[in-house]
């Protein structure tokens, strides 16, 4: 006859007809089911009254059922193969039986994709010095499905939806993500400019510049090799 049993070491013994005794030991270890795969996998980032339905794919024995979790609370009455769930969460899901139970999946990390602002970096700085332009760049690339959508001001800009945007003038720029109708929180940066400073004649050898300045060096030359000005670092 075939015996279920559980986890453990055993030992049988088999005798024959003419008193033959024949002995053996061996382990029946314990056999947790293979987690389910979960998808979609990762990061998942959702619009505002949006549901995303989760999606458990298991070998599923006799006797067993899903369980899922947020973060580390188990969902009550969730034990189907499916799940649709709204706004922020981390997601899991298991087999368990009267055994024992399989392992938890893979991770699902909801995101609601209002709550993210991009940042916003400059190749040197955010200043147009001694340049016709500057790049732009949207840290952190937007996850897969989502694009991007830069502003001058307010006035979306045709065309700007890539992670760079080279900008020859200054002002406030903005970026966000965008995926459908639902929008992240834009990122705002001022662009500035420095102008060449205007020379004042003011007579007797003395010259002065408009404006202020960190540095002043004043140069002398030919229009062909300029040197410092001796005595007039500042």
Known sequence: DIVYLNSGM???IATDANGCE?????????ANPAPPVLSPDGTVLTCPGKSVLLQ????????????WREGSQLISGASDSVLMVSGDGVFQVRLVGLACNSTWSNT???????DITPTISAF????LCGMDS???????????????QWYSGQIPIQGATTEL???SDPGTYQVEYVSGECKSA?????????????INILGAGLLSIEGTYTNIQWLTGDNVDWVPAPGNAN
């Open 186 to 198: 834009l990122k705002k940066v001022e662009v500035t400019q420095s102008l060449p400073p205007i």
């Open 56 to 67: 458990a794919q298991a070998v599923l024995l006799p006797d067993y059922q899903y369980q």
């Open 22 to 30: 024949l002995r053996d030991t061996f382990v029946i270890e314990r």
């Open 165 to 167: 945007l080279r900008v």
């Open 108 to 114: 699902v990390t909801l995101q609601n994709l209002a």
């Open 134 to 148: 500057l790049t732009l760049s949207a840290l952190f690339s937007a996850p897969i499905g989502i694009a991007y």
């Open 124 to 127: 040197g700085n955010f200043n």
């Open 10 to 12: 055993y030992s049988v």
